[in-house]
């Protein structure tokens, strides 16, 4: 595609509620990234795969984080048990390389805006 | 610990002003710095980039950014702001150690016109 998609774009969800934000990278991208953006601050990162393979998942704030990608390029992440603190932006970014920490360019997609109640 | 900080939370400047973003890093080794831009109601793109060579970047749209070593710093400048480049300005750094890129809190810049 041209860029990165996500969606929703917005999701409201009341406490307690499992949701599932989708990310689809740039064809052919290796490498594929989530992070999180709290009100005014910069992205966070979450997690990292290079195809299907999830190699780093450090930056998940807690067991109810869960990320995959199954065939190596759509990828989902599950919040279960959402809290109000799990409101934010979660941005997911693909890059062309295999190589994490890279000078590759990350591409990022919209963004979903999570509103939790 | 590794870090990126930004220091103007907020830049309102006049059309034709000159522009510059403080950026300041905490990285040992190699590290490569970014500066990405979003726009009002877009996405994150990248402005420019710095991982080896000329430490003066050129980017997109008249931006220009200087890696310092020795002050661990990566500012983003532009000689001449014009009303579109309103917008919020994210330095960002990796490094060949780790598998994330880390981000600044974000600078926003108002251009009044």
């Known amino acids: 595609g041209a860029g990165v998609s996500q969606s929703p774009r917005y999701k409201v969800a009341k406490r307690g509620q499992d949701v599932a934000l989708r990310c689809d990278p740039i064809?052919?991208?290796?490498?594929l990234f989530w992070y999180q953006q709290a009100l005014g601050q910069g992205p966070e990162f979450l997690t990292y795969?290079?195809?299907?393979?999830?190699?780093?998942k450090s930056g998940l704030p807690s067991d109810r984080f869960f990320a995959e990608r199954p065939e190596g390029s759509v990828s989902t992440l599950k919040i279960q048990r959402t809290q109000q603190e799990d409101s934010a932006v979660y941005l997911c970014?693909?890059?062309?390389?295999?190589?994490?920490?890279?000078?590759?360019?990350?591409?990022f997609g919209p963004g979903t805006r999570l509103l939790v109640l | 610990a590794q870090s990126v900080s930004q220091h103007n939370h907020h830049v309102i400047l006049s059309e034709a002003a000159s522009l510059e973003l403080g950026c300041n890093y905490s990285y040992g080794g190699t590290v490569n710095l970014f500066w990405y831009v979003q726009y009002p109601g877009q996405h994150l793109q990248l402005l420019l980039k710095?991982?080896?060579?000329?430490?003066l970047v050129k980017g997109i749209k008249g931006f220009e950014a200087e890696f310092i070593k020795s002050k661990f710093s990566f500012n983003l400048r532009k000689p001449s702001v014009q009303w579109s480049d309103t917008a919020e300005y994210f330095c960002a750094a990796t490094s060949n150690n780790n598998n994330d890129m880390r981000f600044g809190a974000g600078t926003r810049l108002t251009v009044k016109p």
């Open positions: 064809s052919g991208h290796v490498s």
């Open positions: 970014a693909s890059s062309l390389t295999r190589t994490s920490g890279s000078a590759e360019t990350q591409y």
């Open positions: 710095y991982f080896s060579g000329d430490p």
């Open positions: 795969f290079q195809n299907e393979a999830q190699l780093d």
